[in-house]
């Protein structure tokens, strides 16, 4: 069984686009975040939600919008897409209690803005 | 604020050969710290973590302890395969706060060859 699910796992479009990442955990957790890789494969929180509530919005352009439906899922929406956003997109959870913090990650999103 | 330093890359070893990859952190409060690792094309995977001060992670045959006095969480295998083949990460986190976010080093490449 799939713990931590994002689809598509590849995404190309165009330059302007509209378009939705999605992310689903079925380890019962009450955190998921978003992260960001880049071509240098660097990576960088961007949002976290903890039972539906934003918690954590780094310094990311308004175009990208977080929404969680219920606590297992936490989507990515990003408008007017641009070359810079090419990057591969992942999904984490973790338990809200769990002390180590260890955090599951999906299998990523590789997006391609052409 | 919190950050990781790790050792650049790429590394290239042969198999059976000894593998070092530093990481350094600096932190606001107590961290966890974490190995994650990325093999190619897929998402990251927890390799082993440490809790607490003196701590030893392992995990596959590598280790890493949690030193305090030097900040360090540098990981280690005594005889690397070609199957270790990824993109290794050294990441931390604050056991404080609802979000308690991976801030992640900047990964090391490692290439072991036959």
């Known amino acids: 069984d799939t713990a931590v699910s994002q689809t598509p796992k590849y995404l190309v479009t165009q330059m302007g686009n509209d378009k939705s990442i999605k992310c689903e955990q079925n380890l019962g957790h009450d955190t998921m975040y978003w992260y960001k890789q880049d071509s240098k494969k660097f990576l960088k929180i961007m949002f976290s939600y903890n039972n539906k509530e934003l918690i954590i919005n780094e310094t990311v352009p308004n175009r990208f919008s977080p929404k969680s439906p219920d606590k297992a899922h936490l989507n990515l929406h990003i408008n007017s897409l641009e070359l810079g956003d090419s990057a591969v997109y992942f999904c984490a959870s973790r338990e809200g209690f769990s002390r180590s913090n260890e955090q599951f990650f999906g299998p990523g999103t590789r997006l391609t803005v052409l | 604020g919190n950050s990781v330093t790790q050792m650049e890359g790429p590394v290239t070893l042969s198999e059976e050969a000894f593998l070092t990859i530093n990481c350094t952190y600096t932190?606001?409060?107590?961290?966890?710290l974490f190995w994650y690792v990325q093999y190619p094309g897929e998402g990251l995977q927890l390799l082993l973590k440490a809790t607490k001060a003196d701590d030893k992670g392992s995990n596959k045959g590598f280790e890493a302890t949690y030193r305090k006095e030097t900040t360090s969480f540098h990981l280690e295998k005594g005889s690397v395969q070609v199957s270790d083949s990824a993109v290794y990460f050294c990441a931390l986190s604050i056991s404080s706060g609802s979000a308690r976010q991976l801030t992640f080093g900047s990964g090391t490449q490692l290439t072991v060859l036959p």
């Open positions: 932190a606001t409060g107590y961290p966890s």
